[in-house]
């Protein structure tokens, strides 16, 4: 059995590190690449880095970040390829994948493994042909779930805007079988509100799916991390928030697991 993980997740917007909050506010936090050597540091077991830009891009940023033009189209790909080579950890990639050719250019630039959300949903089909051409252990597919008025969950997406009248559970189960490796599950509600991850939500990926299933959204405490793993079954907790924001918050995280009794790699 495959230990569980922790996971820092960072959001990229026009060209920022932004903390997200209801997938709708996104508060600028500086540099995306100053965490790198912070995490680095910590000895972080894998990172990923999700690009959520909808409109505007970067050119109207500056060109401070090492030598990448924030002015370039291709300013990403200057990030992945910076982020690759600064880091001693596995890195996910996510956002702006639609083709193959930009799933290739991820891979060549150093990404370990890509994410992609909307596009599967659109074409379902991508997922099948990105796990014939890299593996399926290097297809992450990220699924975006909000809580209905009637108390059930259903996917959405476009950056959590459209219903895709589909619950995640049963979108979970076809991504296995498409030959997705990887399962990322995001709860809108919880985003950036540190009240706990939907743990109902994770419960029924988890049982929908034999894939590792990794929880995002809502952490407030190492205690979260903790309930996540053991009660709802996830293979890893990913945060953003908690660890931005708090100085060693990664390892302090770990050593609070360990002493719980939960073993993480």
Not at 30 to 58: F, H
Not at 194 to 212: F, R
Request: with cysteine; aromatic share 8%.
């Amino acid at each position: 059995m495959l230990m569980p993980r922790l996971i820092p997740i960072l959001f990229l917007k026009n060209g920022h590190l932004v903390r997200s909050e209801d997938f709708n506010i996104h508060q600028n936090i500086g540099n995306p690449l100053a965490q790198v050597d912070r995490y680095n540091a910590w000895n972080v077991d894998e990172l990923i880095y999700i690009d959520i830009t909808r409109d505007g891009g970067y050119e109207y940023q500056r060109k401070d970040l090492g030598g990448i033009d924030r002015n370039s189209t291709n300013y990403i790909s200057g990030i992945i390829q910076v982020v690759a080579k600064k880091c001693f950890m596995p890195v996910t990639f996510g956002g702006g994948i639609r083709t193959l050719e930009d799933a290739h250019i991820r891979f060549e630039l150093g990404a370990d493994k890509i994410t992609l959300n909307t596009q599967a949903l659109r074409e379902p089909k991508f997922i099948t042909q990105l796990s014939r051409e890299f593996g399926s252990q290097a297809i992450v597919i990220s699924i975006d779930a909000k809580r209905l008025p009637n108390g059930s969950h259903s996917v959405f997406s476009d950056w959590g805007t459209v219903d895709e009248l589909i619950t995640p559970d049963s979108w979970a189960h076809e991504v296995q079988e498409r030959g997705a490796g990887e399962i990322l599950i995001n709860s809108i509600d919880h985003d950036g509100k540190a009240n706990g991850y939907d743990l109902e939500l994770i419960k029924s990926v988890v049982s929908a799916t034999e894939v590792p299933v990794i929880a995002c959204g809502g952490v407030g405490s190492y205690n979260d991390f903790k309930i996540v793993l053991e009660e709802a079954g996830a293979s890893a907790a990913a945060a953003g928030n908690i660890f931005n924001f708090r100085e060693l918050a990664y390892p302090l995280a770990k050593k609070y697991l360990k002493s719980s009794g939960l073993n993480v790699r």
